[in-house]
């Protein structure tokens, strides 16, 4: 999608605040329209063609989605957009990409309570024995359940007096629904870990043979990983 097209869905939500904060000092405190009009901007054929819902496919669309987004995220606050998103294609039957969410969630100002900031640990190897080619190739999508996997380790750090604490957890995600198949937690970044995490997830399914994708940290790129991908 084009700059134009960002713009324009960007334009139409920041519009829709514009003439709703027009009503508000209209109806309710009594401004004169013709003054909060020409404050704002608007010419006022534009606010009583908004007004009488006279509104274009695409800004009709986009104000069921602002509607959509600001309930589910006052209902969880510690979704990011592409989780909110994941919410209206799954429980209210609106499919629209990634993009259009984030656009209008950057509008809106809606966005999760929780920081995540990247706590990849998984070191690459040295001297990997097992390099496989990277088949997803960026497409962090999937059409169905169990398609397509994605595993990382994640290093969590924190003090108890003056010394150091560290745990790691390991987990596989969905890329369909972004469901967790499998995680474990370990005071120790070693293979056993990840593996452990690859069987509790062939375990859960047994019947799935998704691409399984990861980082060339040293535990996915050993031959005994590899063998375990093999027989699943």
Same mark, same amino acid.
């Given at each position: 999608?084009?700059?134009?097209?960002?713009?324009?869905?960007?334009?139409?939500?920041?519009?829709?605040?514009?003439?709703?904060?027009?009503?508000?000092?209209?109806?309710?405190?009594? #401004?004169?329209?013709?003054?909060?009009?020409?404050?704002?901007?608007?010419?006022?054929?534009? #606010?009583?063609?908004?007004?009488? =819902?006279? +509104?274009?496919?695409?800004?009709?669309?986009?104000?069921?989605?602002?509607?959509?987004?600001?309930?589910?995220?006052?209902?969880?606050?510690?979704?990011?957009?592409?989780?909110?998103?994941?919410?209206?294609?799954?429980?209210?039957?609106?499919?629209?990409?990634?993009?259009?969410?984030?656009?209008?969630?950057?509008?809106?100002?809606?966005?999760?309570?929780?920081?995540?900031?990247?706590?990849?640990?998984?070191?690459?190897?040295?001297?990997?024995?097992?390099?496989?080619?990277?088949?997803?190739?960026?497409?962090?999508?999937?059409?169905?359940?169990?398609?397509?996997?994605?595993?990382?380790?994640?290093?969590?750090?924190?003090?108890? =007096?003056?010394?150091?604490?560290?745990? #790691?957890?390991?987990?596989?995600?969905?890329?369909?629904?972004?469901?967790?198949?499998?995680?474990?937690?370990?005071?120790?970044?070693?293979?056993?870990?990840?593996?452990?995490?690859?069987?509790?997830?062939?375990?859960?399914?047994?019947?799935?043979?998704?691409?399984?994708?990861?980082?060339? =940290?040293?535990? #996915?790129?050993?031959?005994?990983?590899?063998?375990? +991908?093999?027989?699943?």
């Amino acid at each position: 999608m084009g700059r134009n097209s960002k713009e324009g869905c960007l334009g139409q939500v920041r519009q829709r605040r514009i003439y709703a904060a027009i009503r508000e000092a209209h109806t309710e405190k009594e #401004y004169p329209l013709e003054l909060a009009c020409e404050l704002l901007h608007v010419a006022r054929s534009a #606010y009583h063609k908004w007004a009488s =819902g006279k +509104l274009s496919r695409r800004a009709a669309e986009n104000e069921q989605l602002v509607e959509k987004l600001e309930q589910l995220h006052a209902e969880s606050p510690d979704k990011g957009y592409r989780r909110l998103n994941d919410n209206l294609r799954h429980d209210c039957g609106i499919h629209v990409n990634d993009k259009r969410v984030l656009r209008i969630c950057r509008a809106r100002d809606i966005r999760s309570t929780i920081k995540y900031n990247n706590h990849g640990c998984t070191r690459r190897a040295k001297t990997p024995q097992y390099l496989a080619e990277n088949l997803l190739d960026r497409q962090f999508y999937a059409a169905k359940p169990n398609e397509k996997w994605l595993t990382d380790v994640t290093e969590f750090k924190w003090f108890e =007096g003056m010394k150091v604490q560290k745990l #790691y957890l390991s987990a596989i995600l969905d890329l369909c629904d972004r469901r967790i198949v499998s995680y474990v937690l370990s005071e120790r970044n070693d293979n056993l870990l990840v593996f452990k995490t690859f069987d509790k997830a062939v375990k859960a399914n047994p019947d799935a043979h998704p691409l399984f994708h990861s980082d060339r =940290g040293f535990q #996915y790129t050993n031959r005994a990983f590899h063998h375990k +991908l093999v027989q699943a």
